[in-house]
């Protein structure tokens, strides 16, 4: 069960605040504030409002006892860079968690019906392809490639949730909050690299949220190729592979050139040498950082976290407030994640 010095201690680290920051904005020494958050001491009530102000969180959100899949404090599947900083993927990870913790507060009063769910299968009894291929029949997903693969993962009760990271080292993580899994995606990636980390993190949901392996991030990517790349479709269009048929093949499935390759690597349809000369030609001309039809693949926007804000408005008759603090916040200035933008009405 997570304590409140645990949801202090995610909240300030997901506002961006050091220690000292955070207890000067509370008129208290960082010791005080650090016995708060070891829970070595409970705040009363005085302290947790300021506390909760400081925060942009409610006090019954900060109080409240979570009972969360996986640990709050380091447990998220995260695809990023080997040499991203510690203080940038702690950061990206203490806002996940935060969401978490506040998809969980909502669900536990306003529960959802999705219309898929997210099977888990141990990797030791079912390859990455063949779990991949499970999910595809489960969904009934057509043949071909995925459109819209964010409404498809959204289909299973996954909140999804795009935020610039402030970094380009992290393409995404993702953990279970309660019954339903929160995977936050990079804002600042490439249409084609945000596909590929759904499909990536959706691999993680599937084989890794109760069992590890050590090689979790090569049976993720493995995942992400069959379920985006299904071998039997596309295995006959992965030959000469020249720039344009890869680029013909970018925009036909939604991934990135090297993507592709990789995938025709790996079903022994190109050779290391072919493996070498790709990345080569593709360095030499700039592509490794940013590849060509780029804007050919279309947006897709995550909708449910916002769509449950929305029906909250349209059929509980609740304020905009009410429904941020459903949420675990003090109010509905600057949300963006569970509810919609605000209109006003103008005067003709």
Same mark, same amino acid.
């Given at each position: 069960?997570?304590?409140?010095?645990?949801?202090?201690?995610?909240? *300030?680290?997901?506002?961006?605040? @050091?220690? +000292?920051?955070?207890?000067?904005?509370?008129?208290?020494?960082?010791?005080?504030?650090?016995?708060?958050?070891?829970?070595?001491?409970?705040? /009363?009530?005085?302290?947790?409002?300021?506390?909760?102000?400081?925060?942009?969180?409610?006090?019954?959100?900060?109080?409240?006892?979570?009972?969360?899949?996986?640990?709050?404090?380091? /447990?998220?599947?995260?695809? *990023?860079?080997?040499?991203?900083?510690?203080?940038?993927?702690?950061?990206? +990870?203490?806002?996940?968690?935060?969401?978490?913790?506040?998809?969980?507060?909502?669900?536990?009063?306003?529960?959802?019906?999705?219309?898929?769910?997210?099977?888990?299968?141990?990797?030791?009894?079912?390859?990455?392809?063949?779990?991949?291929?499970?999910?595809?029949?489960?969904?009934?997903?057509?043949?071909?490639?995925?459109?819209?693969?964010?409404?498809?993962?959204?289909?299973?009760?996954?909140?999804?949730?795009?935020?610039?990271?402030? @970094?380009?080292?992290?393409?995404?993580?993702?953990?279970?909050?309660?019954?339903?899994?929160?995977?936050?995606?990079?804002?600042?990636?490439?249409?084609?690299?945000?596909?590929?980390?759904?499909?990536?993190?959706?691999?993680?949901?599937?084989?890794?949220?109760?069992?590890?392996?050590? /090689?979790?991030?090569?049976?993720?990517?493995?995942?992400?190729?069959?379920?985006?790349?299904?071998?039997?479709?596309?295995?006959?269009?992965?030959?000469?592979?020249?720039?344009?048929?890869?680029?013909?093949?970018?925009?036909?499935?939604?991934?990135?050139?090297?993507?592709?390759?990789?995938?025709?690597?790996?079903?022994?349809?190109? @050779?290391?040498?072919?493996?070498?000369?790709?990345?080569?030609?593709?360095?030499?001309?700039?592509?490794?950082?940013?590849?060509?039809?780029?804007?050919?693949?279309?947006?897709?926007?995550? +909708?449910?976290?916002?769509?449950?804000?929305?029906?909250?408005?349209?059929?509980?008759?609740?304020?905009?407030?009410?429904?941020?603090?459903?949420?675990?916040?003090?109010?509905?200035?600057?949300?963006?994640?569970?509810?919609?933008?605000?209109?006003?009405? *103008?005067?003709?």
């Amino acid at each position: 069960m997570t304590r409140i010095g645990d949801v202090i201690l995610t909240a *300030r680290r997901a506002a961006g605040l @050091t220690q +000292e920051e955070l207890a000067a904005r509370l008129g208290i020494t960082q010791a005080a504030l650090s016995r708060y958050e070891n829970d070595l001491r409970e705040p /009363d009530d005085e302290a947790i409002a300021k506390i909760s102000e400081a925060l942009d969180v409610s006090p019954e959100f900060l109080t409240h006892a979570f009972r969360l899949t996986g640990a709050i404090a380091a /447990d998220a599947h995260m695809r *990023r860079q080997k040499t991203t900083k510690v203080s940038d993927w702690k950061a990206a +990870e203490a806002k996940l968690n935060l969401y978490r913790m506040r998809s969980a507060f909502l669900m536990r009063r306003v529960p959802i019906n999705p219309a898929n769910h997210i099977p888990t299968f141990d990797p030791d009894d079912m390859t990455p392809a063949d779990a991949a291929k499970m999910v595809r029949a489960q969904w009934r997903i057509p043949i071909g490639p995925v459109r819209n693969l964010t409404r498809w993962i959204e289909s299973a009760g996954v909140i999804v949730i795009e935020e610039h990271l402030g @970094t380009k080292r992290i393409d995404g993580l993702s953990q279970w909050a309660s019954d339903y899994p929160v995977l936050l995606l990079n804002a600042d990636l490439t249409n084609d690299r945000k596909r590929w980390t759904l499909a990536h993190e959706l691999g993680h949901l599937v084989l890794h949220s109760n069992y590890f392996d050590p /090689d979790v991030e090569a049976q993720a990517d493995a995942f992400a190729a069959e379920f985006l790349l299904p071998r039997h479709v596309i295995e006959p269009d992965l030959r000469d592979l020249t720039p344009p048929r890869l680029i013909a093949l970018k925009k036909m499935w939604g991934v990135s050139m090297a993507a592709v390759f990789e995938h025709a690597y790996r079903l022994g349809k190109a @050779t290391s040498t072919d493996r070498q000369r790709f990345y080569r030609n593709m360095n030499a001309r700039g592509w490794r950082r940013n590849e060509p039809a780029a804007d050919a693949i279309a947006d897709e926007t995550p +909708e449910l976290a916002r769509n449950i804000g929305q029906t909250l408005l349209n059929t509980a008759g609740l304020s905009r407030d009410e429904v941020a603090r459903l949420t675990g916040r003090r109010e509905a200035a600057g949300e963006v994640v569970f509810l919609p933008p605000e209109t006003r009405l *103008r005067a003709l």
